[in-house]
């Protein structure tokens, strides 16, 4: 896989996984929030809010979690150069 690839996959990790974390806050909230049909806060209502929000909270860490893996399996590159001779003349 060359560098532009790795990079590119390494940019839709992080959109994918910000963009999932936002969802995941936004439908909790909407869990929170959520009113009956009399205006009043309930607390039993509002399921699918809270397991859409625990989906997008599973799929942003699973994001984290493959770009720690890519990031950790990467073969480390040293660079050994020696320094340069001078001469005394």
């Excluded at 690839?5 to 940019?11: A, D, G, I, M």
């Excluded at 910000?18 to 439908?27: D, H, N, S, V």
Aim: aromatic share 12%.
């Amino acid at each position: 896989m060359s560098y532009t690839e790795k990079s590119l996959t390494k940019v839709l990790l992080w959109f994918v996984g910000l963009f999932m974390a936002a969802i995941a806050i936004w439908q909790f909230c909407l869990f929170v929030v959520f009113k009956d049909a009399h205006g009043a806060l309930d607390a039993q209502g509002g399921a699918l809010n809270l397991w859409l929000a625990i989906g997008a909270t599973a799929i942003a860490c699973a994001c984290v979690f493959v770009g720690i893996l890519r990031h950790i399996n990467q073969p480390e590159e040293f660079h050994i150069t020696s320094a340069p001779e001078h001469s005394n003349t």
